[in-house]
């Protein structure tokens, strides 16, 4: 199994990024799929869910009205649309295949938010 996520880096209050987590070594399409992120000195935080047809999404309330979690089942690709970031968003952004005490998860992504 590999997750690997892309599309982090430094951008400024306010601004975006789209996040993607490309994953192989399962049945994508099968399965819901997770975002979480972890701050300096901060536990892992869960940020969105989607399930497996990308009919149904879940925020947590910091992630609702800013952030989008899309996938793409047949480019077995998680996308995660981050808008008018804040300073406290800045984190390590990972993507995770939720199956309970396996949890796999990528390498993570860094997003720094900073003016």
């Known amino acids: 199994v590999q997750l690997v996520e892309s599309g982090g880096g430094l951008v400024q209050p306010g601004g975006s990024l789209n996040l993607s987590c490309i994953a192989s070594g399962f049945s994508f399409r099968s399965w819901a799929m997770d975002w979480y992120r972890q701050s300096p000195g901060k536990g892992r935080e869960l940020v969105a869910t989607?399930?497996?047809?990308?009919?149904?999404?879940h925020y947590a309330e910091f992630a609702r009205d800013r952030f989008i979690i899309s996938r793409d089942n047949a480019k077995n690709t998680l996308y995660l649309q981050m808008n008018s970031l804040k300073l406290e968003d800045t984190a390590v952004y990972y993507c995770?295949?939720?199956?309970?005490?396996?949890?796999?998860w990528g390498q993570g992504t860094q997003v720094t938010v900073s003016s």
């Open positions: 989607i399930n497996s047809r990308g009919r149904a999404t």
């Open positions: 995770c295949w939720p199956i309970g005490s396996s949890n796999h």
